[in-house]
C-alpha cells in the first residue's frame, strides 16, 4: 500500500535525514517529563526507521511505531527489536491505551492516502479516547510559506552512496505542498534511479487548534521542540489531555 518511502528513499531518509528526529526527540522527552509522563507506551505515528523509538525506548518508555512505509518499518524493527512496529497509515490505525501519541518530521501532513478534515477529526477523537488521563500527543504539521506563490524551489542533497534532487511547488487555493523527488542510489556499482511524488496539506494554526480543541485537548503551539528549532513554514503542537 506504499505510496512513498520506498526501499531508496527510506534509505536515504535514515543515513541522511536524522538529524530531525534525533534533534527533536530530546525535547519530546522533556515534554513528557515536564506532563509527568516517565513511563508507559508512546506511539509513534509515522515512526519512519525508528530514530525516536530508539531512544524513546533507551528512556524507558516502550514503544509501538506505525508507518505506512514497509521499507521504513523494516529499517525500524533491525534498529529497535524491543518496540514493537507495524505498517499501516496513521489515519486508520486503531490506537491502543497509551501515555502519549507523537507524530515527528510532519507525518500528518502527508496525502498518501485519506487525509481530509473528517479523517483528521477522527484521528483526534481516537487519540483522544487512547491517552490516558494528562496523556499529550506532540506532532509538527506543515503550514503555508515553504515556497512563494508560483515559484519552483529545487535542491539537491547528496551522501556516500546517493544523492536526492527535490523540486517543490506550493499551491495556496489547494493549500497543498508538493515535492517531486528523484533519487540516485548505488547499488553494484551502479546508480539506481527511484522517482515519488509527495503531496502534503498545508495546515492553519487555528483551524488545527480548533478542531483538537473540540475534541477536549488544550493546545499549546510552537515553532520548537526544546531547544531544537523546526525548519520554516513548520508547527510544533503539544494537545494535552486534562485529567
Ligand atoms: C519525514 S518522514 C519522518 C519519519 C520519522 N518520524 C522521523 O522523524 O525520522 C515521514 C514519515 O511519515 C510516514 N507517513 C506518511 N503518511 C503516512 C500515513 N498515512 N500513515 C503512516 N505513516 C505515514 C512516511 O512513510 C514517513 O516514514
Known amino acids: 500500500m506504499t505510496a512513498g518511502y520506498n526501499e531508496d528513499l527510506a534509505y536515504i531518509h535514515d543515513v541522511g535525514f536524522r538529524d530531525y528526529a534525533l534533534k527533536s526527540t530530546p525535547g519530546i522527552l522533556e515534554i513528557l517529563k515536564q506532563h509527568q509522563i516517565g513511563s508507559g ?35 525500524a524493527q533491525a534498529r529497535v527489536p524491543t518496540a514493537n512496529f507495524r505498517v499501516e497509515s496513521l489515519f486508520t490505525a486503531e490506537i491502543p491505551s497509551c501515555a502519549a501519541v507523537i507524530s515527528i518530521g510532519e507525518c500528518l501532513s502527508y496525502a498518501f492516502d485519506a487525509n481530509s478534515d473528517a479523517v483528521l477529526d477522527s484521528l483526534f477523537q481516537r487519540i483522544y479516547h487512547a491517552l490516558s488521563p494528562g496523556g499529550v500527543f ?14 519552483t524551489l529545487k535542491s539537491f542533497t547528496e551522501g556516500e552512496d546517493w544523492i536526492v534532487l527535490v523540486e517543490k511547488q506550493e499551491d495556496p487555493t489547494q493549500q497543498t505542498l508538493t515535492r517531486r523527488i ?42 520548537r521542540y526544546g531547544a531544537f528549532s523546526l525548519l520554516p513554514a513548520r508547527m510544533a503542537v503539544c494537545a494535552h489531555k486534562i485529567i
Open 41 to 75: 507506551l508512546i506511539v509513534d505515528l509515522g515512526c519512519g526507521s525508528g530514530l525516536s523509538a530508539e531512544i524513546l525506548t533507551q528512556a524507558g518508555y516502550q514503544a509501538l511505531g506505525i508507518d505506512i512505509s514497509a521499507a521504513m518499518i523494516a529499517i
Open 138 to 151: 506532540i506532532f509538527d504539521v506543515v503550514v503555508p510559506g515553504h515556497v512563494a506563490p508560483r515559484e
Open 182 to 223: 528523484i533519487t540516485l542510489r548505488k547499488v553494484d556499482g551502479l546508480y539506481r534511479r527511484t522517482d515519488e511524488v509527495h503531496r502534503q496539506r498545508l495546515f492553519d494554526r487555528y483551524t488545527l487548534s480548533e478542531a483538537l480543541n473540540r475534541k477536549g485537548f488544550q493546545v499549546a503551539v510552537s515553532d
